[in-house]
C-alpha cells in the first residue's frame, strides 16, 4: 500500500503539456494555444491575437500559403492590388465625366437620350468583345504575359475615350463607343489570361482557391479605389486642369506597375518565343535556361512595338508557320512536299517544308500534343542550322535524334511544362502514304 502511494504522488507531480496547432499544411502549422496539467490544476495560455489575424489572411490568400503558390505570386499580387487601386481611382474621374457629357444635373437632357446613348454604348461594347474573341481568342492563352499588358493599356485608352468625351459635343457618341470597345477588348483578355496565371500559380491543383481568394483581394482594392476616388472627384470636381493631371499621374503609374507585374511572372509552360529562347540557347551551350532566366530574355510587348531595340536573342519562331494547309501551298511546294513524304518523313507524324524565309509545318491526321511540340522544336532546329549556312533536312533529323530527347529531360529538371506546346490550335493536318503504280508499256 505504501509503494502504491508513492508512486501515485509521482505521477500527479508530472506535468503534462499539450499544444494545439492550427492549419492544414503540415509544414506551416500554427500553435494557437498551451495546456499544462500539473496534477489537478489545468493552465490554458494562447495566442488569440495571432489566430484572429491568421484567420483574417485566410480570407484573402491562398490555403497552404505560401507553399501553395509559386513564388512569383506574392510580387505580381502586390503589383496587380497596386494597378487595380489607381483604375477605381481614375473610374471614378472618367464616369463622372462621362455622366455629365450625357447629361446628367442638366435639366434641358431627357432620359430617353441618356438612355439611348448608354445602350449604343454597352452594344458596341459587346460585339467588340465577341469580335476580339473571334480573331485573337485562341492566341490568348499562349501569350499571357503580353495580353495582359496588352489588356491593361486598352483599359487605359478606354477611360482616356470617357474623360475626353465632353470636350467633343459633335463626336460625343463615337468617342463613347470606342472607349467601350477598347474596354470590351480588356475584359476579354484580361479574363483569358487570368485563367492562364491561375493555373501557373496553382503548385496543388488549387486553381479555384487561388481564384476565389483573388476575387477577395480584388473587392479590397475595389472598395478602396472607390473611396479614394470619390474623394479625389471632389476635390477635382471643377478644376480640369486637376482632374487631367491626376488621371495622367494615375495613368502612368497604372502602366508601370503592369509592367512589373507582368515581368515578375516566371511562367513554364513552352510557348513560340520561350521555345525558340530555350532552344536556341541550348544548340549553343547544351545548358537549358530556367523559367526565370527566361522570363528576363523574352517580350512581353509585341515585338513590332520593340522593334526599335536591339534583339537580345534569336526569334527563330518568326519564320515557323505551324499547322499549315496544304491545299495553301504552291505547285512547286507541293512537288517538294511529296518528296519530303517519301524520304525523310515518310513514317513521321509532321512534314517540314523548307523556303526562303520560313519553315511550313504540316501536321498528320494523327498527330499528338506531343507530336505537335517535337515538329515546332525541329523546325527551330531547322532554322537555326539555316542561319549557320547548314541548311539540310538530313542533318536536322540527326541532332534530333540525337539530342531532342535529352532536351526535353533537361527542361523537365527544370520545371518545365513539356506535354504540349502552346499555340493556336492546329486547324489544318495532312495524311500522306505512298503508292506503288504498275504503267503498261506498248
Known sequence: MEGEGTETRLRRSEVAVIEEWNGTASSLLTKTATITVAGDSVRKSGRRFSHLLRRILDAFVPEGFPSSVTRDYIPFQVWDSLQGLSTYMRTMLSTQALLSAIGVGDKSATVIGATFHWFLRDLTGMLGGVLFTFYQGANLDSNAKMWRLVADLMNDLGMLMDLVSPLFPSAFLFIV??????????????????????????????????????????????????????????????????????????????????????????????????????????????????????????????????????????????????????????????????????????KGKYILLAGKHTISVIMHRDSTAADVLQAFMHALVLAKLDDKDRYTHLESRSWMAKNYEDFVLKLQSLGWRTERLLSPSVAWKANWFISSSDEKVD
Not at 205 to 228: C, F, P, R, Y
Not at 286 to 291: A, D, G, I, R, T
Not at 297 to 317: A, F, I, K
Request: charged letters at 15%.
Open 177 to 346: 463607343c470606342l472607349g467601350s470597345i477598347s474596354r470590351a477588348f480588356t475584359g476579354v483578355a484580361s479574363g483569358a489570361t487570368r485563367a492562364a496565371l491561375t493555373q501557373h500559380f496553382a503548385l496543388q491543383n488549387n486553381a479555384a482557391d487561388i481564384s476565389a481568394k483573388e476575387g477577395s483581394q480584388e473587392t479590397v482594392a475595389t472598395m478602396m479605389g472607390m473611396a479614394l476616388g470619390m474623394v479625389l472627384a471632389r476635390i477635382t470636381m471643377g478644376h480640369s486642369i486637376a482632374i487631367w493631371f491626376c488621371f495622367l499621374s494615375l495613368t502612368i503609374f497604372h502602366m508601370y506597375a503592369n509592367y512589373k507585374a507582368v515581368r515578375c511572372l516566371s511562367l513554364c509552360t513552352l510557348n513560340f518565343e520561350r521555345s525558340s529562347i530555350l532552344l536556341s540557347h541550348y544548340m549553343e551551350t547544351s545548358e537549358v535556361l530556367s523559367p526565370k532566366q527566361v522570363s528576363v530574355m523574352e517580350h512581353v510587348l509585341p515585338l513590332w512595338m520593340t522593334s526599335w531595340r536591339e534583339n537580345r536573342v534569336e526569334y527563330l519562331h518568326q519564320r515557323v508557320r505551324l499547322g499549315v494547309r496544304v491545299s495553301s501551298l504552291n505547285s512547286d511546294e507541293v512537288v517538294d512536299l511529296s518528296s519530303l513524304a517519301r524520304s525523310h518523313y515518310n
